[in-house]
């Protein structure tokens, strides 16, 4: 059930209309361009724990009423999806509260001290930007996805040692995104530890690559699913 009108109004203005999601954060309010007396809104009221028994994070005995303020994140379209599916599995209530106190916190300072909220919207899409071109490096290199019979070992490491730097210069970057360095962390220790073990023994290439392209691939998945990056072509074929 969504919440009341003057419930999820109230959601909507503690957010100044902006996706909560720290990856997110567009703009969810605007004008209709050909008609002065309409407007555009993407943004929606969700839900941190669910109402009903099966709904997304749903809690039998919550310390808070579910139908207030105090349990309404403001999300755009999307971003609603995303955290509700599969019953919200990936995104427990804990990080999710955790978005609200932040956001909220932002945007009261924001109007204390008189700041536009527009770096913060722009923070955003530079950091999509970094995320795409990371996503661009490793489907460009066949290491990822190519059959490891067709693939030299020292080719394969000059390869990964590439995407490992040209990682090193987007992480540099990135503005204020906890999430998205974690990303970017993770796919690191996985190219830095996979070319520590085949210049030990190149002979279990195959072995590697195989954890290398789990690995790699759970992040690719995250960078598509959380912050929206296109990913197509082969390199698809490593996301589980």
Known sequence: ????????????????????????????????????????????????????VGSARHDPNPSIDVGGVENGLWLCANCHTLVDKNKGVDYPSKDLFEWKKEHEATISMLLRTHKSPLPLISRQSTNRKIAQNIVDCISNKGAYFQHSSIEDPAHVISSIDQVRNAIQREVRNIDSDKRLQGI???????????????????????????????RVGIQLKRLRDEIGCDISGQITSIIP
């Open 1 to 52: 059930m969504a919440f009341k009108p003057k419930i999820a109004e109230m959601i909507a203005y503690r957010a100044a209309y902006i996706c909560s999601n720290p990856g997110c954060n567009t703009l969810t309010i605007g004008a209709t361009i050909s008609d002065p007396l309409l407007k555009n809104k993407k943004g929606e009221a969700a839900h941190i724990l669910g109402e009903r």
């Open 184 to 214: 970017c962390k993770s796919i690191q220790d996985a190219n830095r530890e996979f070319m520590n073990e085949l210049s030990r023994d190149s002979s279990l290439l195959d072995a590697y690559l195989t954890i290398l392209r789990n």
